[in-house]
């Protein structure tokens, strides 16, 4: 009986016979796909684990480096606005929006290394096309053909890197990761620690390489430099994780097949909503949660591309601004250490409420003294600066745990061949919040209107909180 099942499904063409196979059994049909030297060769766990942080960290490099910079060389081009600044990150959120579910079901239908390194492609060489166009509006007469061209060549081809560097985080960080732990959540959380312990590593060092590049040689030559890199890493990148895969057999087994039907008519838009990856999102249990984290881009105030031209118009150089975002890095570095503690005396959800309650009450104290000069009193520049500055350092550190917990929840509770198309959901949204951002800073586009958008953020991390622990609640109350 079991020989017989077996060779079903080693010869079934795709048929209902094993499509209707436990997940054990195909899993064991899969193994005998792969050639005996790849069985025999020994698990080395360690080395795979090695080998996705040194391509991570390569990948990211020029990606930080580059999304700080882009956002400079916009207020560079145009100095007496940040229209040009919002404009890009509305484009830029506007491709990752209806991107995230199509890049999403690509990976889950194509094999784990050709959908990482075809990411990675995209994103290194759309990082050096967008710094050659760049560089010409920089040299071009402000207002002038060419100008316009290379401005906008930047913006397009700059959100096409964007994309790229969604895929191959939902490949790398999102995939890759979970398949590697073998289901442990106690080694997934430390994994996913070191994943956004690079990730925030890179954002704590890249914007300072990137600002001291731009304030001590010139804006040209850290724009060739930041190009250069991307396009020398990109063959290292894909090589480490062939590395990865040699090192593990879990990460060579191949994909089990997603065999969801997929919406025939073309014309049921409803249908292919709900049967679609956004379909597939809200009917998880934690679309609450991820909903939560998704608010939190709603925000100007991350040390982002609007809050850091703001603070480059009050004044600050581009070094201090490097440094300022650094120190936010330190901070959620930090919550990447004390994740897996925290995690393992207290559990994900409780981890989360802890961060986002962190976010909101840091974000309030930091827009307290804006709100009061609004208000008329007369506080000094420096103290209003210092504790906006020391709020959005310390809120990273809530942002980053809370990140970190329904990140993971997503990884465990989502079924294996939907996490790519929910991933891809997810990052949909989260970018369709921060471009909403990006339109408030098109509409309250002048400097001194700059407050009200710090509010109104404020305003929406604690609607996000609230949100975040009603659906704790609920679950606590359902007994999950």
């Given at each position: 009986?079991?020989?017989?099942?077996?060779q079903?499904?080693?010869?079934?063409?795709?048929?209902?016979?094993?499509?209707?196979r436990?997940?054990?059994?195909?899993?064991?049909?899969?193994?005998?796909?792969?050639?005996?030297?790849?069985?025999?060769?020994?698990?080395?766990p360690?080395m795979?684990?090695?080998?996705?942080?040194?391509s991570?960290?390569?990948s990211?490099w020029?990606?930080r480096?580059?999304e700080f910079?882009?956002?400079?060389?916009?207020?560079?081009?145009?100095?007496?606005s940040?229209?040009?600044?919002?404009?890009?990150?509305?484009v830029?959120?506007?491709?990752?929006v209806?991107?995230?579910?199509l890049?999403?079901?690509?990976?889950?239908?194509?094999?784990?290394?050709?959908?990482?390194?075809?990411?990675?492609?995209?994103?290194?060489t759309?990082?050096?096309?967008?710094?050659?166009?760049a560089?010409i509006?920089?040299?071009?007469?402000?207002?002038?053909?060419?100008?316009?061209a290379?401005?906008?060549?930047?913006?397009?081809?700059?959100?096409?890197?964007?994309?790229?560097?969604q895929?191959?985080?939902?490949?790398?960080e999102k995939?890759?990761?979970v398949v590697?732990?073998?289901g442990d959540?106690?080694?997934?959380?430390r994994?996913?620690?070191?994943?956004?312990?690079?990730?925030?590593?890179?954002?704590?060092l890249?914007?300072?390489?990137?600002?001291?590049?731009?304030?001590?040689?010139s804006?040209?030559?850290a724009?060739v430099?930041?190009?250069a890199w991307?396009?020398a890493?990109?063959?290292?990148?894909?090589?480490?994780?062939?590395?990865?895969?040699r090192?593990?057999?879990?990460?060579?087994?191949?994909?089990?097949?997603?065999?969801?039907?997929?919406?025939?008519?073309?014309?049921s838009?409803?249908?292919?909503?709900?049967?679609?990856?956004?379909?597939?999102?809200?009917?998880?249990?934690?679309?609450?949660?991820?909903?939560?984290?998704?608010?939190?881009?709603?925000?100007?105030?991350?040390?982002?591309?609007?809050?850091?031209?703001?603070?480059?118009?009050?004044?600050?150089?581009?070094?201090e601004?490097?440094?300022?975002?650094?120190?936010?890095?330190?901070s959620?570095?930090?919550?990447?250490?004390v994740?897996?503690t925290?995690h393992?005396?207290?559990?994900l959800k409780a981890?989360?409420?802890?961060?986002?309650?962190?976010?909101?009450?840091?974000?309030?104290i930091?827009?307290?003294?804006?709100?009061l000069?609004?208000?008329?009193a007369?506080l000094?520049?420096?103290?209003?600066?210092?504790?906006?500055?020391?709020?959005?350092?310390?809120?990273r550190?809530?942002?980053?745990?809370?990140?970190?917990?329904?990140?993971?929840?997503?990884?465990e509770?989502v079924?294996a061949?939907?996490i790519?198309?929910?991933?891809?959901?997810?990052?949909?949204?989260?970018n369709?919040?921060?471009?909403?951002?990006?339109?408030?800073?098109?509409?309250?586009?002048?400097?001194q209107?700059?407050?009200?958008?710090?509010?109104?953020?404020?305003?929406?991390?604690?609607?996000?909180?609230?949100?975040?622990?009603?659906?704790?609640?609920?679950?606590?109350?359902?007994?999950?």
């Amino acid at each position: 009986m079991e020989a017989t099942e077996e060779q079903a499904l080693l010869t079934d063409d795709g048929g209902a016979a094993a499509r209707t196979r436990t997940t054990t059994e195909s899993s064991e049909a899969t193994s005998l796909q792969l050639s005996s030297s790849e069985l025999l060769s020994p698990e080395r766990p360690v080395m795979a684990k090695m080998s996705l942080y040194s391509s991570h960290l390569m990948s990211t490099w020029g990606q930080r480096m580059w999304e700080f910079a882009i956002g400079l060389i916009m207020l560079e081009m145009y100095p007496s606005s940040l229209a040009l600044v919002s404009a890009f990150g509305l484009v830029d959120g506007l491709a990752t929006v209806f991107s995230g579910s199509l890049v999403g079901s690509y990976i889950d239908r194509t094999g784990r290394l050709k959908a990482a390194c075809s990411m990675y492609v995209l994103q290194n060489t759309a990082v050096a096309l967008s710094a050659l166009c760049a560089l010409i509006s920089l040299h071009s007469v402000e207002g002038s053909t060419w100008f316009w061209a290379g401005a906008i060549c930047t913006i397009g081809i700059g959100s096409i890197s964007s994309v790229g560097a969604q895929g191959s985080s939902l490949s790398v960080e999102k995939e890759w990761t979970v398949v590697l732990c073998k289901g442990d959540s106690a080694v997934l959380a430390r994994l996913n620690s070191g994943m956004r312990a690079i990730d925030l590593t890179c954002l704590l060092l890249a914007p300072i390489a990137a600002g001291f590049l731009m304030t001590y040689t010139s804006i040209t030559t850290a724009v060739v430099a930041i190009a250069a890199w991307n396009l020398a890493a990109w063959a290292p990148e894909c090589y480490m994780l062939v590395c990865a895969q040699r090192a593990s057999l879990l990460l060579r087994t191949p994909k089990q097949p997603n065999v969801k039907a997929e919406p025939t008519h073309a014309s049921s838009l409803l249908l292919r909503l709900r049967e679609g990856g956004w379909g597939i999102y809200f009917q998880q249990r934690l679309w609450p949660a991820a909903l939560a984290l998704a608010l939190l881009y709603l925000t100007v105030l991350s040390l982002g591309l609007l809050m850091t031209a703001y603070l480059k118009w009050q004044g600050m150089s581009e070094a201090e601004l490097s440094l300022y975002r650094g120190a936010g890095a330190v901070s959620g570095l930090l919550s990447t250490v004390v994740f897996p503690t925290i995690h393992k005396r207290s559990g994900l959800k409780a981890t989360g409420v802890l961060g986002i309650w962190w976010q909101a009450i840091s974000l309030v104290i930091a827009v307290v003294p804006v709100w009061l000069t609004q208000l008329g009193a007369h506080l000094p520049a420096s103290t209003i600066s210092h504790v906006l500055l020391g709020g959005l350092v310390a809120s990273r550190f809530g942002l980053w745990l809370f990140d970190l917990s329904v990140s993971q929840m997503l990884q465990e509770w989502v079924p294996a061949e939907d996490i790519g198309v929910e991933n891809g959901v997810q990052s949909s949204l989260q970018n369709f919040f921060q471009s909403l951002s990006f339109v408030a800073g098109l509409v309250f586009w002048s400097p001194q209107d700059f407050p009200v958008l710090m509010h109104s953020s404020a305003g929406v991390v604690i609607v996000a909180a609230v949100i975040y622990s009603k659906c704790v609640c609920c679950f606590q109350m359902n007994g999950q």
